[in-house]
Every structure is written in structure tokens, then in C-alpha cells.
């Protein structure tokens, strides 16, 4: 059984940076897989973030982050990392890392099987 566990979240100021941490528990070959990141304010729809193939590292970031936020595993460490720079106030949201996409295609909106519990981000 594998498990994501996500970390990394907090409050910064408009402008800063965070790097979040997405965990993989259990079957670590997973990290081999097509892996992303997505994000969800209450009430509003589920947004694709970014992320990476499995075997040849290609990277996909929707418009709205491309060029701030980098995308990238941790193969060691047995993690997906999203490193967040010159973060906004419309960056809020709680942040999901998933894995295994539903689609033969890995981007940013990608459904997944794998998603994690999620972490609070705040730009204020």
C-alpha cells in the first residue's frame, strides 16, 4: 500500500517562497511514475498545478504558475518537491502531490489514483 504524505505548508508574504514535500510511503517505485501537483480552495474547483514524468523528468506547469514554481523528485529521499517562488495571495490554497496519473498523458491537470491528505498554503 503506498501512502503520500505532504509538508512544507505555512504563511509567507506576498512574494515569498516555500518549497513543499510530498512524501512516498510504501511502494517507492512510485516515484518512478507520472507525479503532480494540485491545489484546492474551499468551494472553488480543484486546479492542476504541475508535474513531472516518471522516467524522463518532463515538466508541465499550468499558465498561471509556469516561470515561479519548479517541479522535481527527490529520488533518493523518495520525494516530489514543489519549489514556490514570488508567491501571491491568489497561490492560497491547500496543496495535493499525486501519483499514477488516469491518463497515459502526464501535465499539470492530471487526474490521479494517488493523491495525498494535503497541505495549507497561505500568501498574505
Known amino acids: 500500500q503506498v501512502q503520500l504524505v505532504e509538508s512544507g505548508g505555512g504563511t509567507v508574504q506576498t512574494g515569498g517562497s516555500l518549497t513543499l514535500s510530498c512524501k512516498i510511503y510504501?511502494?517507492?517505485?512510485?516515484?518512478?511514475?507520472?507525479m503532480g501537483w494540485f491545489r484546492q480552495e474551499p468551494g472553488k474547483e480543484r486546479e492542476g498545478v504541475a508535474a513531472i514524468e516518471g522516467d524522463d523528468g518532463t515538466r508541465s506547469y499550468a499558465d498561471s504558475v509556469e516561470g515561479r514554481f519548479t517541479v522535481s523528485k527527490d529520488l533518493a529521499a523518495g520525494a516530489l518537491l514543489l519549489q514556490m517562488t514570488d508567491l501571491k495571495p491568489e497561490d492560497t490554497a491547500v496543496y495535493y502531490c499525486?501519483?499514477?496519473?488516469?491518463?497515459?498523458?502526464?501535465?499539470?491537470?492530471?487526474?490521479?489514483?494517488?493523491r495525498g491528505q494535503g497541505t495549507q498554503v497561505t500568501v498574505s
Open positions: 499525486g501519483a499514477h496519473s488516469v491518463s497515459p498523458v502526464c501535465r499539470f491537470n492530471s487526474n490521479y489514483h494517488l
Open positions: 510504501g511502494d517507492t517505485s512510485t516515484r518512478r511514475y507520472c
